[in-house]
């Protein structure tokens, strides 16, 4: 089985900054992709940003320029730097990882989510 667990959220004005962090554990071979999806209210559930085994970043247009994937593959962690916060940011970010493990193979995993609220 595999964990994710993220820190990181809270309440911040526009304009200001937040760093997500996610850490995998458990019965990992490898993790071929982790990323961060954020879901607000009443609204479907949407990728933010992903960062691939090769170290290749993607990005959602909308928060290109202000938010920052990265990845610590030696800790199995992930980061979004998020900078330049709008109210229009504010939604549960969900890490993802796609992750290998010894038991189950290849298997999609979630996080628990956290909260990032922006105020105007």
């Known amino acids: 089985q595999v964990q994710l667990v993220e820190s990181g959220g809270g309440l911040v004005q526009a304009g200001g900054s937040l760093r997500l962090s996610c850490a995998a554990s458990?019965?990992?071979?490898?993790?071929?992709?982790m990323g961060w999806y954020r879901q607000a209210p009443g609204k479907q559930r949407e990728l933010v940003a992903v960062i691939i085994g090769s170290g290749s970043t993607n990005a959602a247009d909308s928060v290109k320029g202000r938010f920052t994937i990265s990845r610590d593959n030696a800790k199995n962690t992930v980061f979004l730097q998020l900078n330049s916060l709008k109210p229009e940011d504010t939604a549960v970010y969900y890490c993802?990882?796609?992750?290998?493990?010894?038991?189950?193979?290849?298997?999609?995993?979630w996080g628990q989510g956290t909260q990032v609220t922006v105020s105007s």
């Open positions: 993802n990882a796609a992750v290998v493990t010894s038991t189950t193979g290849w298997r999609n995993y």
């Open positions: 458990g019965s990992i071979i490898s993790i071929n992709s």
